[in-house]
């Protein structure tokens, strides 16, 4: 077991979030935008992207087994194998067992998985392919490391999968005679030169914003016996923020090869709207917000400023409302996640990045505005469509963005005319 003060995650500055031991960001994202997202990278099999999935696992077990060996003090393979298993189920992955496993490899299983069970409400349907490709990439890493190996030691092969009908998660490391060659980990990222501190919250507005982050304090955010997290009609999972962008930024890369920049752009954004309809619509009618949250909302932008004050919970940076009506929101964003991984991979970027903030700025608005969320509706596809589609519904646009060298990245949301 992991000692108390291990791998503990902690409260930055800009409302980030590190695991401790390897300076890794750590973010809320639920079962709908991890399923969204890995649909939509998996789009075409000949982009690749299923290896590249695979491989930005790797590299965070394999970061987190280290972390485990160097801030824990968890010296032998075994050790470090089932150390690494707890932090996994704690940040709501599911469960791993490798008592199997030796520095040659071995049989990997995984009795629950967030991606190989969870998935399933989003997909309405069933998976013509194993989704729990960050389960096998996770496990190569963490076996690496165990037996202080380069990252690239082992390949894994899939033998079993809860998405296709298994009753458990079975997969195979196998030693490579010559390691992968990886990329390097870029740790918390940076920010932008320019950056700015966040002003303080929107003071004309009955939200009290500190008071609901004391009251969500007191949730407890980490997996239960199965290692997943239900928490507001969806499950979460305290993932990795650069698991997040170095997959979504190589699908960039991929399809600029083949000229179709724009359409991973709206893939990437169209992810970040299945996110915003369904935690942040889930979190407005779950009894966490009427108890704490809706008691302080007497207008539609109250429930705007509501929903910010619980994104600035999630690791995502510090959002601010800086003008907001019925017909438009303008938020600046200080630090996002988005922009300072693709910062630390990549340096300055020549195109806005933050694809999920984007995504998510357009949910806030036609939740709240069109599809009167206020009211309960079933968060259903139909429900989905009529308010993402609706001719007078709300659109999103980054005017600036930190990876771009600005202070802050500005998203501006507006209704369609």
């Known amino acids: 077991m992991i000692p108390n ?8 500055e800009y409302g980030r979030r590190l695991m401790s031991g390897c300076d890794e960001p750590m973010i809320f994202h639920c079962n709908y935008y991890n399923y969204w997202l890995q649909k939509n990278l998996l789009i075409n ?3 690749g992207m299923a290896s590249a999935i695979r491989d930005a696992a790797t590299v965070q077990g394999y970061q987190t087994a280290h972390a485990l060996v160097d801030k824990a003090a968890v010296t ?3 050790a470090v194998m089932a150390a690494a298993a707890v932090v996994y189920a704690r940040q709501g992955f599911g469960t791993l067992n490798f ?3 030796t520095a040659q ?4 299983t995984a009795p629950s998985s967030h991606y190989g069970q969870c998935l399933f409400s989003s997909c309405k349907g069933d998976f013509t392919q194993a989704q729990n490709l960050f389960d096998r990439g996770f496990a190569a890493g963490v076996a690496a490391a165990a037996f202080d190996l380069p990252a690239g030691s082992f390949s894994s092969e899939l033998e079993a999968c809860h998405s296709l009908g298994n009753k458990e998660g079975l997969f195979r490391l196998k030693r490579r005679p010559v390691p992968q060659n990886f990329f390097s980990a870029c740790g918390p990222g940076l920010g932008s030169a320019k950056r700015k501190s966040p002003p303080p919250p929107w003071t004309e507005t009955n939200v009290d914003e500190a008071a609901i982050h004391q009251a969500l304090a007191g949730l407890d955010f980490s997996g239960n016996e199965e290692g997943l997290i239900p928490r507001f009609g969806v499950m979460l999972t305290d993932h990795f923020a650069n698991f997040y962008n170095r997959i979504s930024f190589h699908f960039l890369e991929v399809l600029e090869d083949t000229g179709l920049r ?8 169209e992810a970040g709207h299945r996110c915003a309809f369904n935690t942040f619509g889930g979190i407005m009618i779950s009894p966490e917000w009427q108890a704490v949250v809706q008691p302080m909302c007497k207008t539609p932008e109250d429930w705007v400023h509501g929903i910010v004050a619980v994104i ?3 690791g995502w940076g510090t959002w601010r409302v ?3 009506t019925p017909e438009r929101l303008v938020v600046h964003i200080y630090d996002d996640y988005e922009s300072r991984g693709y910062i630390g991979m990549y340096g300055t970027a020549s195109h806005p990045v933050n694809f999920l903030a984007t995504g998510g700025a357009a949910g806030i608005m036609n939740l709240i505005y069109t599809g009167h969320i206020s009211q309960a509706p079933v968060l259903d596809n139909d429900f989905y469509l009529r308010i993402f589609e609706a001719k007078d519904g709300y659109h999103a646009t980054p005017t600036q963005s930190m990876a771009m060298g600005a202070p802050f990245t500005e998203i501006v949301v507006e209704r369609q005319k």
């Open 322 to 324: 800086h003008a907001l």
């Open 105 to 108: 490899g071995g049989l990997v």
């Open 99 to 101: 008592t199997n496993t």
């Open 76 to 78: 032998t393979a075994e």
């Open 45 to 47: 099999a000949e982009f």
């Open 312 to 314: 600035n919970t999630f």
């Open 262 to 269: 724009e359409v991973a752009e709206e893939l990437l954004v």
């Open 5 to 12: 003060s291990a791998l503990t995650i902690e409260a930055k």
